[in-house]
């Protein structure tokens, strides 16, 4: 069992950088794939980034590669969203997620443990 907390949200103006990260509980966070998602209001929650246990791949939406960069620390059981030349189409909740799998996946059905996600807001 895995308790995923996400911090870092807030309010930027387009063009600035946000950091978030998600605290996860348990001694287990290196056997988890994580991944990062978004929900836009009135739209499906979709795929951000992703990478494996050991941080050693990582694997982006085409709407935000080149501008976000996901990586962990699996000794501080966290892992990171570092997202830089923001949009407002970036505003959204974002949510972290953990997969019981070597593996990264885009696909929000194969991910086992949610958080509860942080608002983040780009004012233009």
């Known amino acids: 069992q895995v308790q995923l907390v996400e911090s870092g949200g807030g309010l930027v103006q387009a063009g600035g950088s946000l950091r978030l990260s998600c605290a996860a509980s348990?001694?287990?966070?290196?056997?988890?794939?994580m991944g990062w998602f978004r929900q836009a209001p009135g739209k499906e929650r979709e795929f951000v980034a992703a990478i494996t246990r050991s941080g050693g791949s990582t694997y982006y939406a085409g709407s935000v590669k080149g501008r976000v960069t996901i990586s962990r620390d699996n000794a501080k059981n966290t892992v990171y969203l570092q997202m830089n030349s923001l949009k407002p189409e970036d505003t959204a909740v974002y949510y972290c997620?953990?997969?019981?799998?070597?593996?990264?996946?885009?696909?929000?059905?194969?991910?086992?443990?949610w958080g509860q996600g942080t608002q983040v807001t780009v004012s233009s």
């Open positions: 348990g001694r287990t966070f290196s056997s988890y794939a």
């Open positions: 997620a953990g997969r019981g799998s070597i593996w990264f996946s885009s696909k929000l059905d194969e991910y086992d443990y």
